[in-house]
């Protein structure tokens, strides 16, 4: 069973730092990707920034590249991606969610594929 577990979030001020935390665990655990994604009141979902286990950094619209940054643990059953925050905008205010991808060595090695959500952390930026 894949868990996948936000921290962080809450309000502040413009222009200030933030960090949003999210470890992915399970047992016999191979990730293929983690991401951030954000859906603000009324729009889609959005991707913020996918890492896949290549080391590959891909980041979404919404003008977070340059302020946004991610760091990445991959150690034994756990992932941990942190989203790095800064100059934050009330644009930038929204639900933001984690994402996994990869898949779960059953009996055999035999592999099962997951695509696991955590429940989502708010960020508001006020003025």
């Known amino acids: 069973q894949v868990h996948v577990t936000e921290t962080g979030g809450g309000s502040v001020r413009a222009g200030r730092f933030m960090v949003l935390g999210c470890v992915v665990s399970?047992?016999?655990?191979?990730?293929?990707?983690m991401a951030w994604f954000r859906q603000a009141p009324g729009k889609q979902r959005e991707l913020v920034v996918r890492?896949?286990?290549?080391?590959?950094?891909?980041?979404?619209g919404g003008g977070v590249r340059g302020r946004f940054a991610v760091s990445r643990d991959a150690s034994d059953s756990k992932n941990v991606l942190n989203l790095e925050m800064s100059r934050l905008r009330p644009e930038d205010t929204a639900q933001y969610s984690c994402?996994?991808?990869?898949?779960?060595?059953?009996?055999?090695?035999?592999?099962?594929?997951?695509?696991?959500w955590g429940q989502g952390t708010q960020v508001i930026v006020f003025a």
């Open positions: 890492v896949r286990k290549t080391g590959e950094v891909e980041y979404g």
């Open positions: 399970g047992n016999r655990l191979q990730t293929n990707s």
């Open positions: 994402n996994a991808e990869g898949v779960t060595l059953g009996d055999w090695d035999r592999p099962s594929p997951f695509n696991s």
